[in-house]
């Protein structure tokens, strides 16, 4: 038996499935995160250095790791890669200033090859903000249609309101499940 087969017996057993929020500092991140665990999300602080939540959803244990994105941060992004299923990028739709940066990590991470196998969920936050940019114009950014080998989707949501963050998270576990929970 397989490496893989072990870890994917044991995954199955658990349900289990890691997830890591990223993105540039005050794209949303954390309230995401707190909008989608029935929290409090109207006062939130930045992140230094990391929160991690556990949350039941779709019947399955979703540990997600929410890593701050201050540019002194984004080194230490390499230290929360290990065993990621699903990589959550989350953009600030209204930081029209920062897009082509926010394009660049995204690059950069995506070369990562422990993230190799991870299924990417891009969330266009902040649709709730009169001039936000739209999926289209944020996948256009990021040249997402670029990708190879990669399942990637992305999601126009607002963590303030709560749209969009349901159809996105369904998505992103779906596919995972899909991927990992194979049947034998």
């Keep these: 038996m397989g490496l893989l087969s072990i870890i994917r017996k044991t995954k199955l057993k658990e349900h289990e499935m890691r997830l890591l929020l990223v993105g540039l500092d005050n794209a949303g991140k954390t309230t995401i995160v707190k909008r989608i665990s029935g929290e409090d999300a109207s006062t939130v602080s930045p992140t230094l250095g990391f929160n991690i939540k556990t949350l039941e959803f779709a019947g399955y244990q979703l540990n997600v790791w929410d890593v701050g994105g201050q540019r002194s941060l984004r ?54 903000v009169p001039g936000a940019l ?37 998505w992103l576990v779906k596919d995972i499940a899909a991927r990992i929970y194979l049947l034998e």
């Design 75 to 128: 080194p230490y992004w390499r230290n929360y890669f290990e065993a990621t299923d699903g990589l959550v990028w989350v953009v600030d739709s209204t930081d029209r200033r920062r897009l082509a940066d926010c394009a660049e990590e995204l690059a950069r991470l995506l070369q990562e090859e422990r993230l190799a196998g991870a299924t990417l969920l891009i969330m266009a936050n902040k649709q709730d």
């Design 134 to 170: 739209g999926a289209d114009a944020i996948r256009e950014a990021l040249r997402l249609d670029a990708l190879v080998g990669r399942q990637w989707s992305i999601v126009a949501c607002s963590a303030v309101d709560g749209s969009g963050l349901l159809e996105g998270f369904e």
